[in-house]
């Protein structure tokens, strides 16, 4: 009798996905529009790259931060054949949901802009656009963290560790992988 008491599952699905509390992806800028903001008036140029097992553990180790895949998304834009910036398009857990962030490097290696693309978590744990402004022109050194030369974020700290740690990613993926490449 129990049995002809359950919903079918189809239902119990609907029934979860619309239940008060139940998480929303919040997205905050497009890719299309993060890349119109990172790289005005220029067409950047896609590129998905598949590290090797060496790359990733370089990366990590000059990072001091996981690399949540193995596989990235770049974007570069060129004038005259030089390149003018990269972009590293980079998805990974910040307390127990995902964050999407584009980190913008500059061809000499130094931190252009952090955008968040996508935040999971509570919106009051996503430090304010001022913030994310502090780490413009940041090389990979050791003041690139939090309670060094990152300013903490009370109410933030997971969400500023993760920020940092993309913006060091980005930067590590930068020195060793792409700028050798053609």
Not at 100 to 113: C, D, H, I, Q
Request: net charge positive; aromatic share 4%; proline share 8%.
């Amino acid at each position: 009798m129990r049995a002809h008491l359950r919903p079918p599952a189809g239902v119990v699905l609907i029934l979860v996905l619309v239940a008060p509390g139940a998480v929303r992806s919040e997205v905050l800028l497009t890719e299309k529009a993060a890349l119109a903001r990172a790289f005005p008036g220029a067409t950047p140029e896609r590129r998905t790259l598949y590290l090797t097992d060496e790359q990733v553990e370089a990366i990590q180790s000059k990072a001091r931060s996981r690399m949540p895949s193995a596989i990235v998304t770049v974007y570069e834009v060129r004038s005259q054949g030089e390149i003018t910036g990269r972009a590293v398009l980079d998805t990974s857990v910040v307390r127990t949901m995902p964050a999407t962030v584009l980190t913008v490097v500059s061809p000499e290696g130094r931190l252009r802009m952090v955008l968040v693309l996508q935040f999971t978590e509570p919106p009051d744990y996503l430090p304010r656009e001022g913030w994310l402004r502090t780490l413009e022109g940041r090389p990979l050194d050791d003041e690139l963290w939090p309670g060094h030369g990152v300013r903490r974020v009370a109410g933030a700290t997971l969400t500023v560790q993760a920020l940092t740690d993309a913006a060091r990613r980005a930067l590590a993926l930068d020195a060793l992988v792409l700028r050798d490449m053609p």
